[in-house]
Every structure is written in structure tokens, then in C-alpha cells.
């Protein structure tokens, strides 16, 4: 079997939401040989790994995110033998597999959880169990031991009469977190790690990880107790925990990426730096939420460009200079769909109509950036949010959350629908658009999501082989991050685009003599860009059919040029 040993800073890395991709038993669930069906298709795209989201046994509060057991396949996904099955077929096609690694928290049904309960000592040190704050006693709860906020909303602490004490949840209540300072803790979080290298897996995403390591000591945060994850992000021993992991489980040299949340550059640059043999990239999110009014990700505002340039500038070169490594993406499970938010709702399924400016805008920046570009399941053919009329269409646990919290905040239903039309993650989530078939090609049976309506314009069988369409566009970018050494590895400084182009983010790539000067309209007007020392240079790619005009960028226009 050839093997995967690929260059991380030429490769491009396509995530699969399992739940959504392709259902091969009609069971409305996207599961396990449904991907091993579309390898073909992803061969053709030519992505490098496929990073799967949790397909382990799960009660699927947050979608697998609270996992029961590690080192199993839930079986509405498929077994075992199926995933050997799609590690060894993708292998063959030069694919490698990354999997999720949820090591923050577990579901309370996991066995750990359930043996705490049940008066295991042993297991109790795996959580962050406290006593009440104000409890006359053993079995009066009295309050929760402090202020924090988990993020779905309301109270990081839930009472558990079994404990008779709080356990500490930065996610939802049935995913309780993993007391990381228990020696014995990490050394079972590398088990599973080193379970699936051991299986043919060829790197790994970890889930919040930059959570993992609490404050020494556990009081309230000034202010709203939503707080506590900057408080708890990039925690003391987090570096340590990390190296450890990396070296007990055997995977240093393995692609790797880490979900930081509320992270910041220095310590990302410390989390990718290779002398550091934690990880190969990271995930963070500043630059989205550039759209987030006054911070809040449930109060609606049109993204900040200029905002957004500084945010993207400040990692690219900050990452760059610190010897650090960004993992490039506009989209993920967890994200509205890119299109939607930043303009590209006109002309759906239509070359030339502001969805497929966007589109190829988007995904121009994020591939010609310093970093390795992430694909999510369904940018290459350009879907958008999913349109949902009604809140029962809405499945996820957050989303849920938050629309009762719009309503208790005095939002009415219509505008809190709204927001959700614009922030909820099932936007992310909806069912893959393979045709314009019912299910969206996606099932035979009734998806567990609805399906985005437009997918009578945008799918894969429209697609694929049309000249001029996104998913040949994504072709393209691919190709070009496989075979151009200045985009793969070349230097990367930002440009003024000058006081006419506001909403324009212009940057260069330099190796030796080669130099690559992008420039990416998000305005829907036309405007004036200064002079980017672009006249000797030749048109690389664009996103319209005919060639900038000198000195004018159209609306969302995007434009490489190279030497
Ligand atoms: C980040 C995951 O991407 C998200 O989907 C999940 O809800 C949280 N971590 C908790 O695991």
C-alpha cells in the first residue's frame, strides 16, 4: 500500500461532517461507506486528507461532540470493518484520514463518567467536580461554585445528586470536562490517540484543546461570566499537556491541527512551531467574528472589512514571524456558511451573479494565503446557509439555546428566526448537494437535516467537469497549491490597497525572484486600487472571464497576478 507522507504546507485539507455527506442505507444519516462511495469524487477534486468529525458512539447531544466511547463506531455510522475499509481505499487514492479527537470533555454516558457516579473514586478524579457555593452540607447543591458560563449559555456547572457535587462543563451539560492535571488522565487521552495511528489514521484534529488546562485556582471572572474561556483558554500547562500527548501517542511528524478557541498569536505560534513537536497548524477564529455587533454572536452587524484585513494581517505575519503555521478556512461545522455572510447571495447557481464572485473570492484568499487551506464539504460547489422558515427545522443544541435566549431578551420570533437564518451552525450543516434530485442526492430517505432548497442550482452533478464552475475553480486552487512553490511556501506580507479600496485585501507572496500579488474585493461596488506594483507582472487567475480593467476592481472581484 503506498503511504501517506505528504508535505502539510502543500497539502489542502477537505472536512467531512460525517452526519451530512453521503448516506449509503437510507437511513437519513450520512455514514461511514457513504464516504468510502465518494472517494472517486474526492480524488478528482484532489485533496490531500480528510479530516472525519466524530462518528463514535455519541448520545449525539452535540452532534458526537460528546463522545461515549473513544475507540468505537457508533453503528449509525457503520463498524469497524467500514472504517478500515475507507482508511485502506483512501490510501489507495493517496488520501490520508484525520480524525477528531475530542479530549476536553466526554459525554456523561461514557463509561469514565458513568463509573463516577456510581462512587468509582478512581473515575471522580477524572472530572472537575466542586462543592456549592452557600451548601448547608453533603446533598444541598447550594449554588454553583462560580459565575462561568458554558458555551451554549447559561451555568458551566451542573448539579449531579449521583456526585453530590457540581461538575464543570465549558460545552453543554452532558459533555463534563476532563480534569487534564489527573496524570492518568492524559495518559488514557494518548491511549486513544495512539488506538487510531495504530489503525491506519494519518493525522488528527483536536477538538477545543487549548481548553484542557484550567486555572490553578477556579473563582468568578469579573463581568459576565461568558468570561471564563478567555480565563480558561491557553491555561497554564496547556503546552506541556500537549507535548506530552503528542509524544506518548507517537504521532510527532503526523499532520496535526488544534481547535484553539479564543486563543491568542503567541501562543499559537508556541502550539505550531515544529521545535516545539506540539502541532503542525491551528484553528482560530477572530476573523470571524468581525461581523459579531459589539462581540455578541447573536446580534447581527455587516462584517468589518477593514477589521477583517487587520485580524487576517496580524496572524499571517504574526504567525509567519514567530516561525508558527495557520491551518486557512472560511467554513466549518460550526460556521454559517462564508457566501451567505459576506455578500454572495445574489445569483445562486450562476456564473458571473455576486454567489459565484464570492464564492471564487473566498476561496482565492484562503488558498493563496501562508497556511494550509481547509476545504468544507460542499464550498466547492458554492452552498450557502440554509434558509430555514421555521425553528423546527433547526436541529442544533446551541442554535437552540440561543433562539430562546433572543426571545427572553425580547426579540421577537420572526427576528430571532432571523438571526438564526444568519448565525446558526445547521447552516454548516446541511445535507451535502450531490444532485438536484430529492435529498439532494445526499439520501433515498428523509434527511436528518433538511436540505438547502437551493440545491436544484448548486450540486455536484452540475458541476463537476463544467467549465467555469466553482467546483472546477476549487480544481484549480488545488492544483495550483500542489504544483506552486511561492504559494506553498513563499513569504507573506500585506498591502495597502489604498484609501479609495476600503473593503479590498491586497497581500504578496515572495520566494527568490517569484513574487504573487493578490487582491480580493469584498465591496459590491466597483473601486479604485492603488498602484500594487503589479506592471510587470501577468494575470494568474481571476474570478472574472475577462481581465481587470488597470487600477479598478469590480465587485467582488479577485485577481492574482505573478512574476
Ligand atoms: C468544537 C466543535 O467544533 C463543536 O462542534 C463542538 O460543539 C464543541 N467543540 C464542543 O466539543
Known amino acids: 500500500m503506498p503511504t501517506i507522507e505528504k508535505d502539510f504546507r502543500r497539502s489542502v485539507v477537505y472536512q467531512i461532517y460525517v452526519k451530512s455527506f453521503c448516506d449509503s442505507n437510507g437511513d437519513g444519516l450520512g455514514d461511514l461507506p457513504g464516504i468510502t462511495r465518494k472517494l472517486d469524487y474526492l480524488a478528482h477534486l484532489g485533496v490531500d486528507y480528510l479530516w472525519l468529525t466524530p462518528f463514535y458512539p455519541s448520545p449525539q447531544k452535540d452532534n458526537g461532540y460528546d463522545v461515549s466511547d473513544y475507540c468505537a463506531v457508533d453503528p449509525r455510522y457503520g463498524t469497524m470493518d467500514d472504517f478500515d475499509e475507507l482508511v485502506a481505499a483512501a490510501r489507495e487514492r493517496g488520501i490520508g484520514i484525520m480524525l477528531d479527537m475530542v479530549l476536553c470533555h466526554t459525554s456523561t454516558e461514557h463509561e469514565w463518567f458513568r463509573q463516577a457516579c456510581s462512587g468509582e473514586e478512581r473515575y471522580q478524579a477524572y472530572y472537575i467536580l466542586r462543592d456549592g457555593r452557600g451548601s448547608a452540607g453533603p446533598g444541598d447543591p447550594g449554588e454553583p461554585p462560580t ?10 456547572w451542573e448539579w449531579e445528586p449521583r456526585l453530590g457535587k457540581w461538575y464543570l462543563h465549558m460545552h453543554d451539560a452532558s459533555q463534563p470536562d476532563l480534569d487534564w492535571t489527573n496524570p492518568e488522565v492524559r495518559e488514557a487521552c494518548a491511549d486513544v490517540v495512539r488506538f487510531w495511528r495504530e489503525r491506519g489514521v494519518t493525522g488528527f484534529r483536536f477538538d477545543v484543546i487549548n481548553l484542557i488546562s484550567k486555572p490553578e485556582v477556579i473563582e468568578d471572572v469579573p463581568g459576565p461570566g461568558a468570561a471564563c474561556r478567555s480565563l ?17 501517542s507517537g504521532i510527532d511528524g503526523m499532520i496535526t491541527v488544534g481547535e484553539m478557541a479564543s486563543t491568542d498569536l503567541a501562543n499559537c505560534v508556541r502550539y505550531t512551531r515544529p521545535d516545539d513537536h506540539e502541532l503542525s497548524m491551528s484553528f482560530s477564529f477572530h476573523h470571524l467574528k468581525v461581523d459579531y455587533a459589539g462581540g455578541d454572536k447573536w446580534a447581527l452587524a455587516e462584517p468589518d472589512i477593514v477589521e477583517l484585513r487587520e485580524v487576517l494581517r496580524e496572524w499571517q505575519e504574526g504567525m509567519q514571524d514567530g516561525g508558527g503555521w495557520n491551518a486557512l478556512f472560511w467554513d466549518n461545522h460550526d460556521q454559517p456558511r462564508a457566501i451567505t455572510r459576506f455578500g454572495g447571495r445574489g445569483g445562486v447557481g450562476e456564473r458571473g451573479g455576486s454567489w459565484d464572485l464570492v464564492g471564487k473570492m473566498l476561496s482565492t484568499m484562503s488558498f493563496l494565503m501562508k497556511g494550509t487551506p481547509y476545504v468544507f464539504e460542499g464550498d466547492e460547489l458554492g452552498m450557502t446557509n440554509a434558509g430555514y422558515d421555521s425553528i423546527e427545522k433547526y436541529d442544533d443544541v446551541e442554535s437552540k439555546n440561543a433562539y430562546r435566549m433572543l426571545l427572553g431578551r425580547g426579540s421577537t420570533p420572526d427576528e430571532a428566526l432571523r438571526v438564526m437564518g444568519e448565525r446558526s451552525r445547521d447552516n454548516g450543516r ?15 430517505g428523509e434527511p436528518w437535516l433538511g436540505v438547502s432548497a437551493n440545491h436544484e442550482q448548486v450540486n455536484a452533478e452540475a458541476e463537476v467537469g463544467v467549465e467555469g464552475s466553482m467546483f472546477e475553480w476549487y480544481r484549480g486552487l488545488i492544483a495550483l497549491r500542489h504544483t506552486s512553490d511561492v504559494v506553498a511556501l513563499g513569504d507573506v506580507r500585506f498591502l495597502d490597497a489604498g484609501s479609495a479600496a476600503p473593503k479590498v485585501i491586497a497581500f504578496e507572496r515572495t520566494l527568490g525572484e517569484k513574487r504573487l500579488v493578490v487582491a480580493c474585493s469584498f465591496d459590491d461596488e466597483p473601486c479604485e486600487l492603488t498602484d500594487l506594483g503589479t506592471d510587470d507582472m501577468t494575470v494568474l487567475l481571476g474570478n472574472y472571464a475577462d481581465c481587470p480593467a488597470e487600477g479598478v476592481l469590480r465587485p467582488y472581484e479577485a485577481v492574482a497576478w505573478s512574476r
Open 430 to 444: 446541511t445535507p451535502m448537494q450531490w444532485t438536484a434530485g430529492p435529498g439532494a442526492g445526499f439520501t433515498t
Open 232 to 248: 480558561v483558554a491557553d491555561g497554564p500547562h496547556v503546552h506541556e499537556y500537549l507535548r506530552e500527548l503528542v509524544e506518548r
Open 147 to 156: 459565575n462561568w458560563e458554558c458555551a451554549f449559555g447559561g451555568s458551566a
